[in-house]
């Protein structure tokens, strides 16, 4: 499977529902909205978004539905289901920890 | 949470798998609509359009492959993968018409004898009882020191249902074999079956009946008060046409009106095995039914008459539950030590109250169903070598799969989806099989007067065996090839068709088929072998001397307590029967007898002690098989006094108590003395002496084949029953005596019923050529589809071989080699496998011998004739097996053969 080189494992899918979290979006709204905020540091490419989209709709994490976009295109939108919210936190919450646990000791061996 | 998940993705999957089209389509806008937005930017940042599309592209990173991914995402693609292999094989099977057809009826016949087989021992064996939790349901039985059970009285049945705790409910039944049932007042009585049962049967057992009510408790507890009945679903049926008003109507059973209170309902086919119950009554009528005349049903502890089962509490164990029952059989023992002396008690579950001891009928059918196993065997070695050797024609094909990319697993899932479609079509012609069989068995008509059912059906249990035996089947010949064919390395694959000149390989695969010849062989061995000494030894038995004579004779069968006789009536009605019967012309004799020998009735078993012989310590008595029989018995049955005499009409009931024994009697316990003058004394040492007056022949008794055992005559004078048939002997058309006969009864009670007349030849058919005659078709067809599955695949095997040794062989004969040659060659590895499969054959072969003779037959040691016969024809099959095509290879030319590819 594609994997993008640069995240760390399973974080794609973290990012992804934190991103429907706040609204629901099509595709490459996702794929644009990845880029501001992340600023062109987490590069996700476009082959791996897709995949890593449908895992989560199939996974019962987000649902998907086919709205017309502002300019009249049909696009599929994506957006959290309940199961998603709860496995966004979870997701979140361990990141967390992994994140505070390595800055630590990160920290250590600086000083 | 697990549910929860379900709930969101289960529609998923049912759209990715109804509506795949649509589902693909979207898949197609979705990453269209992503690439528009994407060439859109790169157009904008100054790009031509046709670079924007490929830097798009390329951004993607392969859209074909990203699609895949997503759609390997759905976990649906095992499904449609399975779709494709198996519209892949039936294609491919259909293009090898010829062979998949023998394939396919191969598969058929060893699946289709296995279900039937399984049909029979589902029957006898496993089918559970039709009650709710059935596998609660326990039998209590009384154990004694020979192992063997038997019943308890009521009087035990109230003592375990007040002293045990395990269970929810004690219940009791009591089969009745003969009861005269007539729908009013007025109309000749019809022989029925009843039962017998306590009032919480149908509470305990959890049957809610369809019509009505079951019993209440307390309709069991005051003898006589409550003359209710419940009718079984096929009797209310057939007797009253599904009528909904029965219920409260009288009937009339054995004399006596009985309300219907209820219709048990059509789930419950009763918990017997052979027999349906018509009607069921309570307990407390059981005077009006009592089989045993001389003995108080409700106060002696020894008429032991009910089967006692019951339902285990929630958390008891059967083992519990048993120790419970066994300190409750020493109470017994203790307080009425005269009855109980040496009687334990015991729990058994439903399997092993089937597979008991003294049930015969399951061993036969276990022994058939390692044969039908047998059979399923050699088809799928069968199989699997014809699988085999295709596989290696299309070792270019899996090569060029593999090299393409595709995983192993994936081709052996292919394979083996190839196997299954083709075991599934072998499946629904087993099916087909098991179905021609079933009804096979049900064409036996059973000379019983009452209807005998027989438990084997084609129902839904027999079709999942069917269902299992096919996919274990498809395993089972798919795997092994499907694991060989995918492990050829590439290179060689792809470069020839001949796989196997890679020597190492090679090698590792005919030795697979090598053990595939060797099974063949040895399993045809065994099976040829049990068909042999199933043959023979029913064929033994089928065969007179028997010991009397057969033929020329009537039987008719009375009860007179179907219109309320007495003892001492009954036993003046059958004097004068037997004395009229022998005066009316056309017959030459008449006797009377409790159960004509082979006549399919169980026989009561005596206990004795004999006189002048040495008792074990640890024993009370002996026990041996005996009749009830009048003085004209032995001359009508044609039964031969060796020494002493008959009985007489002086052995009347106030005179000296007299029996005759058989010879193998005799000889078991007075082996250097005449047994003529010795005492036996009844039940135990200091018993009632009876004095035996003559030895018979030893005759069969209970089956045509079984081995000499015990035989004790009574007189009828001093030995009272109820029952009894009767027998005359013609000068001509046996038949032609029953319309005298029916005069003679109607003089002595124009209402008494003859509840069956039938000649003794019917009986003697039934028992002993028809019914061992099934299982010799069975076990015969077995042998045979076995032999022709093994030669057949023997056959192609060795024909293969050849056939891809034919470049070799070609080789061979252009630098020198002869045909005799070529011959050895070919046929002596041919031989060599023969041989070793004999060996083990053999081996097999002789232990299962054994075991049947130990079990079934009276035939003692080694059936040497069989082996003299079919080792040698089984060798010459298999040489010709093998001669067939080596000859083929050996006179091909080398010009030709070297050019064969």
């Known amino acids: 499977m594609s994997k993008p080189n640069d995240l760390v494992q399973g974080t794609l899918d973290l990012l992804l529902l934190k991103i429907l979290a706040l609204e629901p979006l099509h595709g490459w709204a996702i794929s644009l909205r990845l880029k501001s905020i992340s600023g062109d540091v987490l590069q996700v490419t476009d082959g791996s978004l897709y995949p890593a989209l449908h895992k989560l709709e199939q996974e019962g994490w987000i649902t998907a539905e086919w709205k017309q976009t502002e300019n009249n295109r049909r696009a599929k939108f994506y957006s959290l289901t309940r199961l998603g919210r709860k496995q966004l936190q979870s997701e979140a919450a361990n990141w967390q920890r992994l994140s505070a646990a390595i800055s630590h000791v990160v920290q250590l061996s600086e000083t | 949470m697990r549910i929860e998940h379900w709930w969101f993705t289960a529609p998923l999957r049912l759209k990715s798998i109804l509506r795949g089209r649509r589902v693909e389509r979207e898949l197609d806008e979705e990453l269209q609509f992503h690439l528009d937005h994407k060439i859109e930017e790169g157009i904008a940042a100054g790009l031509s359009p ?47 018409f010829g062979l998949t057809a023998f394939v396919v009826i191969t598969l058929g016949l060893g699946i289709g004898m296995s279900a039937a087989v399984f049909s029979m021992l589902d029957g006898l064996v496993f089918r559970p009882y039709p009650v709710p939790q059935p596998g609660r349901v326990v039998t209590l039985a009384g154990t004694s020191r020979d192992k063997s059970i038997d019943d308890f009285s009521y009087r035990e049945y109230l003592d375990i249902r007040g002293g045990t705790t395990s269970y929810d409910g004690v219940i009791a039944g009591g089969p009745l074999q003969g009861v005269g049932f007539s729908a009013g007042p007025g109309t000749t009585p019809q022989v029925r079956v009843g039962m017998l049962v306590s009032g919480n049967y149908f509470r305990v057992l959890g049957v809610e009946p369809q019509l009505g009510r079951g019993f209440r408790d307390d309709e069991d507890e005051v003898a006589g008060r409550d003359a209710v009945v419940v009718l079984g679903p096929d009797f209310w049926k057939h007797e009253f046409a599904s009528d909904r008003s029965v219920v409260g109507r009288m009937v009339r059973l054995n004399g006596a009106d009985f309300t219907v209170v209820g219709v048990a309902p059509d789930t419950f086919t009763g918990m017997e095995l052979f027999q349906r119950p018509d009607f069921y009554m309570p307990l407390a009528m059981a005077r009006r039914f009592s089989t045993a005349p001389q003995k108080n049903f409700f106060e002696d502890r020894d008429d032991r008459e009910l089967t006692v089962m019951a339902r285990l509490r929630a958390g008891v164990s059967v083992p519990q539950s048993r120790s419970e029952i066994a300190v409750l059989a020493q109470r017994f023992e203790r307080e009425y030590p005269a009855l109980n002396r040496e009687r334990g008690a015991s729990v058994l579950t439903q399997f092993e109250i089937r597979t008991r001891a003294d049930a015969g009928e399951w061993k036969f059918i276990s022994i058939f169903a390692v044969l039908a196993l047998a059979v399923l065997l050699v088809a799928c070695t069968n199989v699997a070598g014809l699988l085999l050797s295709r596989a290696q024609t299309r070792t270019r094909e899996i090569a060029v799969r593999l090299a393409l990319g595709a995983g192993r697993f994936r081709l052996i899932r292919m394979l083996l989806t190839e196997s299954l479609v083709l075991a599934s079509l072998g499946g629904l012609a087993g099916a087909a099989v098991a179905y021609g069989a079933i009804r096979f068995f049900h064409t036996l008509a059973i000379p019983a007067e009452l209807p005998t059912t027989l438990p084997f059906q084609l129902d839904r249990r027999v079709l999942l065996a069917n269902l299992a035996l096919s996919v274990l089947s498809a395993i089972a010949c798919g795997l092994a090839p499907a694991l060989q064919s995918t492990r050829a390395d590439l290179v060689s694959g792809l470069k020839s068709t001949e796989a196997d000149s890679a020597s190492g390989i090679g090698r590792r695969q005919l030795w697979g088929r090598n053990v595939l010849v060797v099974a063949q062989v040895s399993m045809s061995l065994l099976l040829l072998t049990a068909s042999a000494v199933v043959t023979r030894g029913f064929h033994n ?15 008719a069968r009375f009860d007179p307590r179907l219109v309320q006789y007495d003892r001492a009536k009954t036993q003046q009605f059958y004097k004068l029967l037997a004395e009229r019967a022998r005066t009316t012309p056309g017959v030459q004799s008449a006797g009377l007898t409790l159960n004509p020998p082979l006549g399919l009735g169980a026989f009561d078993r005596l206990a004795f002690v004999p006189d002048g012989f040495q008792l074990p310590r640890d024993r009370e008595n002996f026990t041996a098989m005996m009749d009830t029989v009048d003085e004209g018995f032995f001359t009508a049955m044609g039964v031969r006094i060796l020494r002493g005499r008959g009985f007489r009409a002086s052995d009347a009931a106030d005179a000296r108590r007299v029996a005759v024994v058989n010879e193998q009697f005799a000889r078991h ?94 009986v003697y058919r039934y028992s002993a050529v028809e019914g061992p005659g099934v299982g010799i078709h069975l076990v015969e067809t077995m042998g045979v589809v076995g032999l022709v599955l093994a030669l057949s695949g023997l056959y ?70 069989a082996y003299v016969v079919i080792v040698p024809a089984l060798l010459l099959a298999t040489v010709l097996a093998t001669y067939v095509p080596a000859r083929r290879a050996a006179k091909i030319a080398p010009t030709q053969a070297l050019r064969y590819e």
């Open chain 2, 50 to 96: 046709r670079a924007a599309r490929e830097a798009a592209l390329r951004a993607m990173g392969g859209l074909e492959q990203r699609k895949e991914e997503m759609r390997d995402m759905r976990h649906i693609h095992w499904l449609t993968d399975f779709v494709d292999d198996a519209s892949y094989a039936i294609r491919n099977l259909h293009r090898t």
């Open chain 2, 796 to 865: 192609g095997l060795v024909a293969y071989n050849v056939s891809r040794r034919t470049r070799e062989i070609g080789i061979r004969i252009a630098i020198g080699a002869g045909p005799a040659d070529v011959l050895r060659l070919v046929m002596g590895k041919g031989l060599v496998l023969v041989g070793a499969g004999t060996a083990i054959g053999l081996v097999f072969g002789l232990a299962l011998e054994r075991v049947m003779n130990a079990i079934l037959f009276n035939a003692g040691g080694v059936d040497i004739l």
């Open chain 2, 669 to 762: 316990y007075w082996p250097n003395a005449d047994a003529v003058g010795q005492h036996i004394r009844l039940d135990s040492r200091t018993g009632t002496p009876v004095e035996v007056i003559g030895v018979a022949e030893t005759i069969t008794y209970r089956q045509s084949f079984e081995k000499p055992r015990d035989f004790v005559y009574l007189p009828l004078a001093q030995h009272p029953q109820a029952r009894m048939v009767l027998l005359l002997r013609s000068s001509g058309d046996p038949r032609q005596l029953i319309e005298p006969l029916k005069d003679v009864v109607r003089a002595l009670d124009v209402n008494l019923p003859i509840s069956e007349t039938r000649t003794y030849e019917d």
């Open chain 2, 541 to 555: 038995s089928v065969a007179p001397p028997t010991g009397f004579v057969k033929d020329h004779l009537l039987l």
